[in-house]
């Protein structure tokens, strides 16, 4: 890698992105409990859900005046932040105007994954609880893409390995090209869960699963994320001016929210 990049200092980038966002004081329910959401009511909900990994937040991001079930784009946060990232960065207001520009509505639900890594128990969380929760929230149980930021693009990764969806979109993506940058990150128990959960050693694993990668050119992370494109033959791989941080991910959002609601279509006129 060009530029040392630390586990501490992914922390303070993913940390940046959660400036100025508000306690949440809901209280703890065995099922859901709804705080007051940052943006309007009629497009944000948060929700607590009891898991086998504690109480999970669940953030549903729809588009405004749209009702009933909607199509789902699961939502993964960076390390070192939790689900509240994808509302910091103007994600609610940005759907809205996706979907009325257009695009097929689909909801961006995002979730949070243990606070360290999206590997293990996170992922069994994924797979099993998160259907149930979904049909609760009336939103389609399966979803249909993946929406990653840098440790969250990695576990939109891992989920893929399941057959299922159709998009997957990796924001500055927390890949390796060795070990040794790999640890320097400390995510990781070990080598061999690095090497068994790497996206640039598992391929295959998402083989024939459009990708969509987005990185900042003063981004550490950048030959990594250029690499994977390359092997992926991601499309879009788009590659402009940032650096591992919210300002990025809030300027390439639009882009981003336009390419996964285009995997459904557009709406018919009329």
Request: charge should be negative; hydrophobic fraction near 40%.
């Amino acid at each position: 890698m060009d530029h040392q990049w630390t586990r501490r200092g992914f922390l303070l980038a993913s940390a940046a992105a959660l400036a100025g966002c508000g306690t949440d004081d809901s209280p703890r329910a065995a099922t859901t409990a709804v705080t007051t959401p940052p943006v309007e009511a009629t497009s944000v909900s948060n929700l607590v859900w009891r898991s086998s990994i504690g109480d999970i937040k669940m953030i549903v991001m729809r588009p405004r005046d749209v009702t009933g079930p909607l199509p789902v784009c699961l939502a993964l946060h960076g390390e070192g932040a939790d689900s509240s990232q994808f509302v910091d960065i103007g994600l609610p207001p940005l759907l809205t105007a996706t979907v009325r520009a257009g695009t097929r509505p689909f909801a961006v639900v995002a979730v949070d994954g243990g606070g360290t890594s999206w590997l293990g128990p996170p992922q069994k969380m994924l797979a099993e609880e998160l259907p149930d929760w979904l049909v609760r929230t009336e939103l389609a149980p399966t979803p249909f893409g993946a929406l990653g930021i840098s440790a969250g693009a990695a576990g939109a990764f891992e989920y893929a390995k399941v057959p299922g969806l159709a998009t997957l979109a990796a924001l500055s993506p927390a890949v390796f090209t060795s070990w040794k940058d790999a640890e320097k990150f400390g995510g990781f128990t070990d080598q061999r869960q690095w090497e068994k959960a790497e996206p640039l050693r598992n391929l295959s694993a998402v083989a024939g699963l459009p990708v969509s990668i987005w990185c900042g050119t003063d981004d550490p992370l950048l030959p990594a994320a250029r690499t994977l494109a390359e092997r992926l033959r991601a499309d879009p791989a788009t590659f402009g001016n940032g650096d591992h941080g919210p300002l990025y991910w809030r300027g390439i959002l639009p882009d981003v929210l336009r390419h996964i609601g285009g995997t459904l279509g557009k709406v018919s006129p009329g």
